[in-house]
Each structure stands twice: as structure tokens, then as C-alpha cells.
């Protein structure tokens, strides 16, 4: 399994949504994904209180942390973008192996996208957003999630050869 998955990577498997994958071919990339995700994001946890920044008299007008960490932003979220067109193209193949409808491929990143915009949202307008909107949006995440992982990582189609 290993040379196959080594000749995914060099022809950049995530490029395009055509072919079929196997279940243990999408946890791996799936897999693989996630620990770039997880390390990306674990980066922006450290530098976005730098992204906090109040002008005051005593401060200067250019602050390169400040600076620094919303070119790191621009970077991180063209990366999540990047992220997800895989996670789709990733999940598209194996769909299409479990003889599923590929546009279902799309539900985990558009959660994630809608649980991220709640939670960059809801601090703003407080008054008006609760944060069970928040909760109940992180469930359906949660959700699409669990069955994607479950659907595509370990159930095999039942009269298709994966590839």
C-alpha cells in the first residue's frame, strides 16, 4: 500500500475529483490533510493575539508583529481554502467508489466554513446571535464529520473495486 499511496502523492491526487479511491487511501489523505490543518492553525493560535492591536499615542503606527501576523493570515487562509478544494476532491473519489452521489463530498467543508464564520460572527453581534446558534452549528460539523469518517474511512463498497 505504501507505493501506492507514494504515487497519489507524486501525482498530487488532490488535484482533481476523478478516479476512485479505497477506504484506507482516504484516511490516509484524509489524515494527512487534517495534520496540515491542525499544525496551521496551531501557528494562528500563537499569533493572533498579535492581530489585536489598539492605536493609542504611546504606540507606534507600524508594528511588524502586527504586520507579521496578517501576512501570516493571508497565507492561512488561502491554506484552509487549499485545505478544503482537497478535502472535497479527496472525498469526491471515494464517493464515487461507494457508488454515492460526489456532491456530497462538499458537506464538510461547507460546515466547517459555516461553524467558522459563527464563531468569528456571533462575538460581534452578541445582542442579536446567541451562542447556542454557535453550539447548534458546531453539532451539524460534529455531525458531517462523524459520518463522513465513518461512510468514506471504513465502509467498502459492496460491488465496485475501489482503485
Known sequence: MAAAWSAFIRRFGFRTDQ???DARTWREGAGLLAV???FLTTI???LEPNA???LSPSSGLFDWKTFLTFVYLL???FAVLFIGIS????SAKRLRARQLPTGLAGVVPLAALFSGSAHWLQPRVAEVL???YVVGIDSLLVGAIVWTALELGFREPLDVEAK
Do not use: K, Q
Request: proline residues 0%; glycine residues 10%; aromatic residues 36%.
Open 87 to 90: 478535502f472535497y476532491n479527496l
Open 130 to 132: 446567541s451562542g447556542w
Open 36 to 38: 496540515i490543518f491542525a
Open 75 to 77: 497565507f492561512y487562509a
Open 44 to 46: 494562528w493560535l500563537f
Open 19 to 21: 478516479g476512485l479511491l
Open 52 to 54: 489585536h492591536r489598539h
